[in-house]
């Protein structure tokens, strides 16, 4: 059984940095692609940021880029989200995700009907 837990959220002041990561288990994902996302309050779950099975391609929401950098160790299982120059706006449950199949394109990724399953989240809060 697939468990991907996130952690390394809280609250920050806006101009801050945090560092979000997700272990995954249950199953090797060094051949898929992982994705973060979140959910702002009251909004639907957006896309954030995807990284390919290899770590040789990224994308990022264009809110983001610049400011977040997602990378990954398939040695341990995990992804990491590094998110600088926070703003109140990234104020979100933050999930990682891996591609619904080994070498889903990352690029793809926005699309949740390519993603495999979702962790419970870890709650950012960026105060202004």
């Known amino acids: 059984q697939v468990q991907l837990v996130e952690s390394g959220g809280g609250l920050v002041q806006a101009g801050g940095s945090l560092r979000l990561s997700c272990a995954a288990s249950?199953?090797?994902?060094?051949?898929?692609?992982m994705g973060w996302f979140r959910q702002p309050p009251g909004k639907e779950r957006e896309f954030v940021a995807a990284?390919?099975?290899?770590?040789?391609?990224?994308y990022y929401v264009d809110s983001v880029k610049g400011r977040f950098t997602i990378s990954r160790d398939s040695a341990k299982n995990t992804v990491y989200l590094q998110m600088n120059s926070l703003k109140p706006e990234d104020t979100a449950v933050y999930y990682c995700?891996?591609?619904?199949?080994?070498?889903?394109?990352?690029?793809?990724?926005?699309?949740?009907?390519?993603?495999?399953?979702w962790g419970q989240g870890t709650q950012v809060t960026v105060s202004s």
């Open positions: 995700a891996p591609g619904k199949l080994p070498f889903t394109p990352a690029q793809t990724m926005g699309d949740h009907a390519n993603v495999l399953s």
């Open positions: 249950g199953r090797t994902f060094s051949s898929y692609s």
């Open positions: 990284i390919s099975w290899s770590g040789s391609n990224t």
